[in-house]
């Protein structure tokens, strides 16, 4: 479902839930129709920075220095926001009355491996030759 049609669907109990990161449901009214949030939380914002390997290869080796020190910065100051933001959209939350729902340390791991198991699905179906390789790259 489209995140611009998620309220109605809530509105109109066509769904009961939703995953979301901990930011930005109160950019979409969302906090309207929540009464609850799982926990643990699963899945983050990813800023990316891409480039065509075209592009990439162009570039002397010095300007690829350059930028990978750039994103490794840009990195850390949005993994840096983003925990901040979290915490604080959780605090807004839990004002607003929504209520967390904490699974068992085995529920957590289960349900955290399963999150994973989905997120590299999609990407597979997406890409099954590159999502394999980008998976091999990236998984423990």
């Known amino acids: 479902m489209a995140p611009g049609e998620v309220y109605t669907g809530?509105?109109?109990g066509v769904v009961d839930g939703y995953g979301w990161p901990a930011i930005g449901i109160f950019d979409l009214g969302w906090q309207e129709r929540t009464k609850y949030r799982l926990e643990p939380g699963?899945?983050?914002?990813e800023l990316?920075?891409?480039f065509?390997?075209?592009r990439w290869d162009s570039l002397t080796p010095e300007q690829r220095d350059f930028l990978q020190k750039q994103v490794a910065w840009l990195e850390k100051m949005s993994l840096d926001a983003s925990l901040r933001d979290a915490a604080a959209d959780i605090k807004r939350q839990s004002e607003a009355g929504i209520q967390p729902i904490r699974l068992s340390d085995a529920d957590s791991a289960a349900f955290l491996a399963k999150s994973q198991e989905a997120g590299w699905a999609m990407v597979l179906s997406?890409?099954?030759?590159h999502g394999a390789k980008l998976r091999q790259m990236m998984a423990p």
């Open 52 to 54: 065509s390997a075209r």
């Open 48 to 50: 990316g920075i891409q």
């Open 10 to 12: 809530l509105e109109r």
């Open 126 to 129: 997406a890409s099954p030759r």
């Open 42 to 45: 699963f899945y983050t914002l």
